[in-house]
């Protein structure tokens, strides 16, 4: 009883609490006087949202019931599912227990045919016996025929049967004294399949010492020695366990074929490197014997790395990883080759320097790095000891210390002389303006770097310092140069005749530097100890970084500022009476010319050309929005207005479009062009009375949306006065909003109204 009148209070309370929540919304609708002419529109609409609600539960309760149903039925199904189950259960376990006897009854049979299987097998085992000569002579011919997995089938069956007697022997000499006789009688008899085991290993050998002209030719052949080779592993497997479980171990094992295999593959790299040595006379006749040479080893490591990588590994079991073994045995006889010819060899100077050139381009792309091998270098031990690397280093860091802001001048004047060329920058594989100074640039730091690395750290410090310095100075010329390149450009627009493409290739340019000077702080973050590379290094990188960016900022704005330059004239006329509302052809000018610049500034790395296009979008929607701010004409009539605001949406409707079919993106580009539309209903709505609520949605989307726009946009219409306008305006709450739009930054934020001449246009 108690529960249900707690209900009933409960409903009594939710009636109460929805109809205080009436009370308030109807409240909310009737703030001026003027509401009272929509009751009924506003009764509708509750009305409407009343049966949305209503319809929305029902269908609710509908699915929530039809959900019951299906689960009940399922539930039914399962039961008897479960029933039958059950029974089937039942009926196994009854024929289980009726056969519990059968093993009883076999045991008599499984007793005949354990004596039968090992009379079978002596039997076996005495035909096998009586035929060892002759299936020696056969291996053995088999052997020099090349038939090798043949040879290697008769001589496991040899070395069966030699093992099974020899077990039996070893079982008779815990009880026989005279079993170690005939064992010795047995061994010489099975001598022949000891000859035969070494001669096959020794074809398997001369095999393997030739794996890079055998992989050529007839890979069969090796993975003809690897399936032996796993053979006899698991031959040793199975000897061994039986060595545990017996004591007995037959002759010859374990053979451990695959160390004898690795074994056989690091004398033939052994070989391989001492055919490369060079002779006296050789270098006593040509001073680049050294370059010669370590040229001569990267191409010989290329080859043989990309055969074993694309013919040799194929061959080999994934347990073996050969390639990577391969690797560390070239590499460890490259290291020993090194260390002789710095120990041994009087170099000079500049072979010195060849030397370091050369270890710091060994994980490159002309040896580790090279696309058919993708090694990664790191990941070996260093090619030279410190000791030794310390006899090379003083020489070269000299050198650097005193080239290389020479260098980086000389290579900053050649691409300036570039900028004026007669023909295209260059593209990179993806179709990028870009000059080589990038690469250049980084690749003669970084090989700076990397071998002060290898004099050690104090000298990195001391060599990556250097680049910095020389580095933030190049900055500095640069982007005088390019300045004082756009300069020029603006003297004579004709010239130089590459002007765009060139910017673009410098943009581009800054772009891959920034990107190179990431690589370049995270890799030396990773080197460094955390001491010798803290917060102030960080900085002066992240400066670097940052000044590489702003070039490129300024070479988009450079671009773009050629574009607007040229279409300035268009813009002026848009929403003008004489050149614009008669008919007018300059929206479609000024796109055509984007367009026509964008075939440019494709060739910009995605990373700015995204951000040249949408620059230029809100450029052109600034300069639109200007033009219909700055009250360019006077509408007579609303058909004026009404014809006007058509244009405008037009005009809007192919800005989106273009700006789409350029690769803008299409939300960002309809999010952006929608606020044209919503200036433009401003200009055409009928009835100044919904005035207000049009401006205040503007406000409300647009922060930086404020007074002096809206009345800017109000002066174009015929029906407004200056005092009406205050009384939009006040209606609108755009006056309570002035302090925050201050604080916004959005695409009103770039156009400034003087509102002293705005009235006195309006005073007109």
Not at 365 to 377: G, K, R, S, W, Y
Not at 625 to 633: D, V
Not at 654 to 661: D, L, Q, R, S, V
Not at 700 to 709: A, E, G, M, R
Request: net charge negative.
């Amino acid at each position: 009883m108690d529960s249900f009148v707690n209900k009933d209070a409960d409903l009594n309370s939710a009636k109460a609490e929805a109809l205080a929540n009436a009370s308030r919304s109807v409240a909310g609708y009737l703030q001026h006087p003027d509401q009272l002419d929509k009751v009924e529109q506003y009764r509708r609409r509750v009305m409407r949202n009343k049966a949305s609600v209503e319809a929305r539960l029902k269908n609710a309760v509908q699915s929530q019931l039809d959900d019951v149903r299906s689960g009940l039925h399922q539930l039914q199904s399962a039961l008897q599912d479960v029933k039958h189950v059950k029974k089937n259960m039942n009926e196994v376990d009854e024929i289980f227990r009726s056969c519990t006897h059968l093993g009883e009854e076999l045991d008599e049979i499984k007793h005949c045919h354990t004596k039968h299987s090992e009379a079978a097998k002596a039997c076996q085992h005495l035909n096998q016996i009586f035929g060892v000569p002759s299936t020696v002579v056969y291996t053995e011919e088999c052997i020099e025929n090349g038939k090798l997995l043949e040879a290697h089938q008769k001589l496991s069956e040899l070395e069966a049967t030699r093992d099974e007697v020899l077990l039996e022997v070893h079982k008779m000499e815990k009880t026989n004294s005279t079993s170690k006789k005939e064992a010795h009688l047995v061994e010489a008899y099975f001598a022949g399949i000891e000859v035969c085991s070494k001669k096959l290993a020794k074809q398997l050998v001369v095999i393997l010492e030739r794996i890079l002209s055998t992989v050529r030719v007839d890979p069969a052949k090796l993975v003809t020695v690897l399936r032996i080779v796993e053979r006899e592993e698991r031959a040793d497997k199975r000897a061994e366990e039986r060595r545990l479980r017996t004591g007995f171990n037959p002759p010859e094992r374990p053979k451990s074929l695959r160390a004898k295999l690795y074994e056989t593959l690091e004398t033939s790299v052994d070989h391989r490197f001492e055919s490369l040595q060079i002779k006296l006379e050789e270098r006593a006749q040509d001073k680049m014997w050294l370059v010669k040479h370590l040229e001569r080893t990267r191409q010989t490591m290329v080859e043989d790395l990309i055969v074993i990588k694309t013919s040799g590994q194929p061959c080999f079991p994934p347990s073996y990883n050969i390639f990577d073994k391969y690797v560390k045995m070239y590499h460890k006889e490259l290291s020993k080759m090194l260390e002789d010819l710095v120990c041994m060899q009087a170099l000079e100077s500049d072979e010195c320097v060849s030397i370091l050139t050369w270890l710091t381009e060994y994980d490159g792309q002309d040896l580790m790095m090279h696309p058919e091998l993708q090694i990664d270098a790191h990941t070996l031990d260093p090619l030279l000891k410190p000791h030794i690397l310390k006899a090379l280093k003083d020489t070269y860091f000299t050198a650097t210390s005193k080239n290389i802001k020479e260098w980086m001048n000389r290579l900053a004047q050649t691409d300036m002389k570039d900028w004026h060329e007669s023909s295209l920058p260059d593209s990179d594989g993806e179709g990028y303006f870009i000059t080589p100074l990038p690469v250049f640039l980084f690749q003669m730091v970084d090989q700076n770097i990397q071998v002060g690395a290898q004099a050690g750290e104090e000298c990195q410090i001391i060599v990556l310092k250097t680049c910095i310095e020389a580095m933030q100075e190049f900055q500095r010329k640069y982007r005088e140069a390019v300045r004082t390149y756009k300069k020029e450009h603006s003297e004579d627009r004709n010239e130089p005749q590459y002007f765009i493409q060139f910017v673009v290739a410098i943009a581009n340019n800054c772009l891959k530097c920034a990107e190179f000077t990431t690589e370049l702080k995270d890799r030396m973050m990773n080197e460094l100890q955390a001491g010798k590379f803290g917060e102030d290094q960080q900085q002066i990188f992240k400066s670097l970084y940052d000044y590489f960016h702003q070039m490129a900022e300024e070479c988009c704005n450079i671009l773009l500022d050629e574009v607007f330059l040229d279409t300035e004239d268009h813009f002026k006329r848009i929403l003008t009476r004489n050149d614009w509302y008669k008919g007018s052809v300059h929206v479609e000018t000024i796109l055509a010319t984007v367009e026509d610049y964008n075939n440019d500034f494709t060739h910009v790395m995605p990373e700015h050309h995204g951000i040249i296009l949408s620059s230029c979008l809100d450029r052109v929607i600034v300069e639109y929005i200007r033009a219909m701010t700055e009250r360019r004409m006077k509408f007579k009539g609303y058909g004026e207005r009404k014809n006007a605001a058509e244009q405008i949406n037009k005009e809007t409707g192919k800005i989106t479009e273009t700006f789409k079919k350029l690769g803008v993106d299409p939300d960002k580009v309809t999010e952006k062009c929608a606020v044209i539309p919503m200036l433009s209903e401003i200009i055409k709505l009928k009835s100044a009375e919904l005035l207000s609520l049009e401006i205040s949605g503007l406000a409300t989307k647009y922060k930086d949306f404020t007074s002096d726009h809206a009345m800017a946009l109000l002066a174009m219409r015929e029906d407004i006065g200056r005092g009406n306008i205050n009384e939009i305006l006040a209606n609108s709450d755009l006056s309570s909003r002035a302090e925050d739009s201050q604080k916004e930054e959005g695409i009103f934020s770039h156009i400034q109204i003087a509102a002293s001449s705005l009235w006195d246009k309006l005073n007109k």
